[in-house]
T-cell receptor, first 113, second 113 residues
């Protein structure tokens, strides 16, 4: 069955440090992959997406992600974290089965001053 | 271009009541999906509408229903509310059916007391 795993429930990094959020997926074909960010009480904002082509994709707010088929991973990275990046991050795969997108459980990012 | 608009933003209801939530997609978008987000279950797909037809439905009881109007606006209804229905309900808008990115509204926070 299709699934998305975000192994880290909570990550704390210092402001200015680099960040990598992990995402692994299980999918029968080449997936469509997304990273979304959610601030408290807010909806989801799309950071970046991978459909095909170059496996390193650039997104908004200085984020990037790399699709690695051999590892079934789509990890999100940022070279230097800002305090405003504190939020919850969701990896998603799909849609499939007529537009059902499957989300990971999310990773909460805390940024230390 | 205006984003996805969900109304109301907050709602408090009593057990046994019913509730209707509204979602206006991005202009020109014809696909609307609904998701329920809770701390315990994460983001779960409710249903998806395209051109006024329900195309897919998640694993939720029949108390959860929805519809889409000719202008693509969508409503979801929950009847006989239970405490466990307390959640953030998110609406996602897509230009068309198929494998495209989704844009989310800010959600409606439903509290059942």
């Amino acid at each position: 069955a299709q699934s998305v795993t975000q192994p880290d429930i909570h990550i704390t990094v210092s402001e200015g440090a680099s960040l990598e959020l992990r995402c692994n997926y299980s999918y029968g074909a080449t997936p469509y992959l997304f990273w979304y960010v959610q601030s408290p009480g807010q909806g989801l904002q799309l950071l970046l997406k991978y459909f095909s082509g170059d496996t390193l994709v650039q997104g908004i707010k200085g984020f990037e992600a790399e699709f690695k088929r051999s590892q079934s991973s789509f990890n999100l990275r940022k070279p230097s974290v800002h305090w405003s990046d504190a939020a919850e991050y969701f990896c998603a795969v799909g849609p499939y089965n007529n537009n059902d997108m499957r989300f990971g459980a999310g990773t909460r990012l805390t940024v230390k001053p | 271009k205006a984003g996805v608009t969900q109304t109301p933003r907050y709602l408090i209801k009593t057990r046994g009541q019913q509730v209707t939530l509204s979602c206006s997609p991005i202009s020109g978008h014809r696909s609307v999906s609904w998701y329920q987000q809770t701390p315990g279950q994460g983001l779960q797909f409710l249903f998806e509408y395209f051109s006024e037809t329900q195309r897919n439905k998640g694993n939720f009881p029949g108390r959860f229903s929805g519809r889409q109007f000719s202008n693509s606006r969508s409503e979801m209804n929950v009847s006989t509310l239970e405490l466990g229905d307390s959640a953030l309900y998110l609406c996602a808008s897509r230009m068309g059916q198929g494998e495209t990115e989704a844009f989310f509204g800010q959600g409606t926070r439903l509290t059942v007391v």
